[in-house]
């Protein structure tokens, strides 16, 4: 099976069962103005991580691959938002509040759409999740089970939470998930590293992290 040299050993994965998983790049969370920023956080750490990104990305494409993207957004009624989220962090916009990229995170404002970066192309799916987590109240899981993918190349932001989450919730369901570290970010770069250790502690109890030309190379070489 193809091997990528990784952390705390070789990831392997069968062929045809691979994807990439790209959560939550959207402009909300990494442009100036929007919910990130409200919060106080410095948004440039996260667009650092676009370029590998991105040439990641295009060996996915290149090599015919599946890619899927998320964005955590919320009805524009938000009925679908609970009120503990809705109140929690205090950002001096909230959630459903009118900012610079239109209603915090709603579903069809331009603050919700992925970067133009990043931007998805036709055949690839996106989810728009209402959690932190890919698969809570989506087709996530079902989608992964329509492509047959048992192995899940993970990228996004911000590490130790969306991203974190929805690799926890990949391995309780049975999926062999490898988290890329120069193409995952967080706003707190000691809750970034702790979350790659505490992801491939324990003989990759979570699953196993790996840099981007690491995984460029071996499915470039499919």
Same mark, same amino acid.
């Given at each position: 099976? =193809?091997?990528?040299?990784?952390?705390?050993?070789?990831?392997?994965?069968?062929?045809?069962?691979?994807?990439?998983?790209?959560?939550?790049?959207?402009?909300?969370?990494?442009?100036?103005?929007?919910?990130?920023?409200?919060?106080?956080?410095?948004?440039?750490?996260?667009?650092?991580?676009?370029?590998?990104?991105q040439?990641?990305?295009?060996?996915?494409?290149?090599?015919?691959?599946p890619v899927?993207?998320?964005?955590?957004?919320?009805? +524009?009624?938000l009925?679908? #938002? =609970?009120?503990?989220?809705?109140?929690?962090g205090? =950002?001096?916009?909230?959630?459903?509040?009118?900012?610079?990229?239109?209603?915090?995170?709603?579903?069809?404002? +331009?603050?919700?759409?992925?970067?133009?970066?990043?931007?998805?192309?036709?055949g690839?799916?996106?989810?728009?999740?209402?959690?932190?987590?890919?698969?809570?109240?989506?087709?996530?899981?079902?989608?992964?089970?329509?492509?047959?993918?048992?192995?899940?190349?993970?990228?996004?932001?911000?590490?130790?939470? #969306?991203?974190?989450?929805?690799?926890?919730?990949?391995?309780?369901?049975?999926?062999?998930?490898? &988290?890329?570290?120069? #193409?995952?970010?967080?706003?707190?770069?000691?809750?970034?590293?702790?979350? &790659?250790?505490?992801?491939?502690?324990?003989?990759?109890?979570?699953?196993?992290?790996?840099?981007?030309?690491?995984?460029?190379?071996?499915?470039?070489?499919?």
């Open positions: 099976m =193809p091997t990528i040299a990784a952390e705390p050993y070789a990831y392997t994965f069968p062929k045809g069962k691979l994807a990439l998983v790209i959560i939550d790049m959207q402009r909300d969370f990494v442009e100036p103005g929007g919910f990130g920023a409200t919060l106080g956080n410095d948004v440039t750490r996260l667009t650092a991580i676009v370029p590998a990104l040439r990641l990305l295009a060996a996915f494409r290149a090599a015919g691959l899927i993207h998320t964005k955590e957004c919320h009805r +524009p009624d009925s679908d #938002c =609970p009120p503990a989220k809705l109140a929690r205090n =950002p001096s916009l909230k959630i459903g509040d009118a900012g610079p990229m239109g209603r915090i995170l709603v579903a069809g404002e +331009p603050g919700s759409e992925i970067i133009d970066e990043l931007v998805p192309i036709a690839e799916i996106v989810i728009e999740k209402p959690g932190k987590g890919a698969f809570y109240a989506t087709e996530f899981g079902a989608r992964l089970e329509q492509l047959g993918a048992t192995h899940l190349v993970v990228t996004g932001v911000t590490t130790e939470v #969306c991203v974190q989450t929805t690799m926890r919730e990949a391995n309780d369901r049975g999926y062999e998930c490898l &988290l890329v570290e120069d #193409c995952t970010e967080s706003y707190f770069p000691a809750f970034k590293q702790a979350a &790659l250790e505490m992801i491939r502690a324990q003989g990759a109890i979570v699953g196993w992290t790996a840099r981007s030309d690491a995984v460029i190379a071996t499915i470039a070489a499919r």
